[in-house]
């Protein structure tokens, strides 16, 4: 837990001053630093995307697409209208089908 | 031939998870130890299920939902560790792509505004010396875990049983940090903002509300301190809204923003997101249409096998340890009861140290596997106002509230 802490720059806050320091060290007296991180990379878009799928990328990695069952046609066209209609997906209405075509190749369901 | 080596490794795991179990206490091996050296990707029981073991910032090895936003799982055998789930263990679920990586934790400061008398902004050293500190465990679950176990399944993040965690939480009580504030007299909801943002304006951004009776509880936190330490940025350093008994969903994380509303709040996440049927059992049937929906809010109860993975050989002849955890809502759990044969006959598990009311409840039973024999074993928990888990699924389309009694099928050898 020392280490963690210390990586993460939970430590004492300079402002407790030497007054307190030969005191127990209560719990407010823990400051807050600067954390960084490195994030692995994202995962790809899956299959062959057509240029319009680069909007899907804005949002998420390709995982989310392979990570999902494999969809039907209908449910793909589904989840892209969802996209575009509450997600805010900057594509037109008028991808929705390449969109589709492409997400029923890479995860598809013959149902 | 990929296929064989996953199929090994999660073999592997089992085996591991036997000993352990059979050891009842002994180490753990994760992904990650060298129990699972060779594990790159574990199978999750559902159709593209394969999920790559990695290590994210902070964090050991863990179930790669998704790397964007980062969508981690816990493994099931980090519940047999104990208890508390570690902070380098615990689920991270982020739902927009535009996550800050850098956080200075002296120059961060949370807003508190709208109808109040007095707005506020504070830093993180400022709310943990200017308020009573206080402390708590509670369960923070993902309201879609398990979705990936639907039947139909439904589109979403397609977890299995582990976006689920239990931590010792401490902060300061959200309702005093209101109080010095001051809210005004039409103030009927509180919505929370955190640093997580959308990379177009025409995203919405994530918020979540909470009516002010429920913002105003007791046990209602704004917490700088996850297991004693800060949190994990991926669990929102440095300040998250902890809900207990809530859903995570509400525990909104970098928590910068929170504003009295003097309506209710009509943004996406609140009023359009996050929703189940309004009916007792939260469900529907495949292809119903124009259910009423209200938002999700407290969890229902559930229970795990831990000790045990589901298709393990444990030793015949002898008596078996069974182990597990045992959650809800924020009532507590009163019993659990233990069946080695598909729910036939059940047995009283003896309950482990109560943590409080909002916790994980350890449980433990036993029973004397005979060799060539094959069994299915069930927990089924209770709660203090009598609720007890499902033994057949609810559905819905969007995959939340799942709580059947679960079955773990093994056969002794």
């Not at chain 1, 969802?82 to 997906?89: H, I, K, L």
């Not at chain 2, 951004?205 to 936190?221: G, N, T």
């Not at chain 2, 525990?251 to 996050?274: C, G, P, R």
Request: proline share 7%; aromatic share 8%; hydrophobic share 40%.
């Amino acid at each position: 837990m020392q280490h963690i802490g210390n990586r993460l720059g939970y430590r004492l806050a300079s402002s407790i001053g030497c007054v307190f320091l030969a005191l127990p060290i209560p719990a407010f007296a823990l400051a807050f630093g600067a954390v960084t991180v490195k994030l692995p990379p994202a995962a790809e878009l899956p299959g062959q995307p057509p240029s319009v799928a680069q909007a899907c990328g804005i949002c998420h990695s390709g995982d989310y697409i392979t990570t999902q069952p494999p969809l039907t046609q209908q449910q793909w066209k589904s989840v892209a209208t969802t996209m575009v209609n509450r997600y805010g997906c900057p594509i037109s209405t008028q991808d929705i089908p390449i969109i589709t075509k492409w997400l029923v190749k890479v995860n598809g369901k013959n149902r | 031939m990929k296929r064989d080596k996953d199929k090994e490794a999660v073999d592997q795991s089992r085996r591991a998870l036997l000993r352990t179990g059979a050891l009842f206490g002994g180490l753990m091996l994760l992904g990650g130890g060298a129990g699972n050296a060779l594990a790159t990707t574990v199978r999750l029981p559902m159709a593209n299920g394969e999920r790559p073991l990695a290590r994210y910032p902070q964090k050991r090895a863990l179930l790669v939902l998704t790397s964007r936003p980062v969508q981690l799982e816990t493994p099931m055998a980090v519940f047999n560790q104990g208890v508390i789930t570690p902070n380098d263990a615990f689920f991270v679920r982020w739902h927009l792509a535009n996550v800050p990586t850098r956080i200075d934790g002296r120059r961060f400061t949370i807003r508190i505004h709208g109808r109040v008398k007095q707005p506020l902004e504070l830093t993180p050293a400022q709310l943990a010396s200017d308020f009573e500190p206080v402390e708590l465990t509670a369960v923070c679950q993902c309201s879609g875990n398990s979705r990936g176990l639907f039947e139909p399944r439904v589109a979403g993040g397609q977890w299995a049983n582990g976006a689920m965690g239990n931590a010792h939480w401490k902060g300061v009580r959200l309702r005093e940090v209101l109080d010095k504030a001051g809210l005004r007299a039409d103030a009927v909801q509180v919505r929370f903002n955190g640093a997580e943002g959308p990379t177009l304006p025409q995203i919405p951004d994530f918020m979540k509300s909470l009516d002010l009776d429920m913002a105003r509880s007791e046990d209602v936190l704004i917490a700088y301190a996850m297991n004693g330490a800060p949190l994990p940025l991926l669990n929102g350093y440095p300040l998250r809204l902890v809900v207990p008994g809530w859903y995570a969903t509400y525990w909104v994380k970098m928590l910068d923003e929170i504003e009295v509303l003097n309506h209710a709040d009509q943004s996406f996440w609140t009023a359009k997101a996050y929703r189940v049927p309004a009916n007792a059992c939260g469900c529907l049937k495949p292809g119903e249409k124009n259910v009423p929906l209200v938002p999700i809010s407290r969890m229902n109860v559930r229970s795990f096998i831990t000790s045990v993975a589901d298709g393990a050989q444990i030793p015949a002849g002898r008596k078996l340890e069974v182990r597990g955890i045992a959650f809800d809502g924020g009532f507590g759990i009163k019993r659990v009861l233990f069946s080695s044969d598909g729910g036939r006959h059940w047995l009283e598990a003896r309950l482990g140290k109560d943590h409080g009311k909002y916790s994980f409840r350890e449980w433990q039973a036993s029973f004397r596997p005979h060799k060539g024999q094959s069994y299915s074993l069930l927990a089924l928990a209770i709660n203090t106002i009598g609720e007890s888990q499902r033994f057949t699924p609810r559905w819905n389309p969007t995959g939340y509230l799942r709580n059947v009694v679960e079955t773990v099928k093994v056969s002794a050898v």
